[in-house]
């Protein structure tokens, strides 16, 4: 299923691999930022890991929601900082950035309704 969509592995090989395989590095940079939004979500918003809303529309809206309040989090404490903040910023970029949902569709959730 995921293979079809066009999916790519971009984990590294273990490093005492006899031939180790070909992975692209930026991917897996853009990889880990993403895995890391979602552990946060899931850390700090206990509703969104144990799947409290019942219908695909209710858990998108929150998975929304709570990314809209870590990314004020985030802005914050980088203004507090002084750090200069990239919202938009391109990928050769090496400022942080966070994912935006743009699906109105959760892909991750079962049809309901």
């Not at 853009?30 to 695909?56: D, M, P, V, W």
């Not at 929150?62 to 938009?88: D, G, T």
């Amino acid at each position: 299923m995921i293979w079809e969509q066009g999916a790519i592995d971009v984990i590294p090989p273990k490093a005492n691999r006899k031939l180790p395989a070909e992975f692209d590095a930026e991917i897996y940079r853009e990889r880990n930022k993403i895995e890391r939004f979602f552990g946060r979500l899931k850390a700090s918003f206990r509703r969104i890991a144990t799947r409290y809303e019942k219908t695909s529309r209710n858990f998108l809206s929150m998975i929304k929601l709570a990314s809209v309040r870590l990314w004020i989090e985030f802005y914050e404490s980088a203004a507090q900082s002084n750090v200069p903040v990239r919202i938009l910023a391109d990928t050769a970029s090496t400022a942080p950035t966070l994912p935006i949902l743009k699906n109105s569709t959760c892909a991750a959730c079962p049809r309901t309704g």
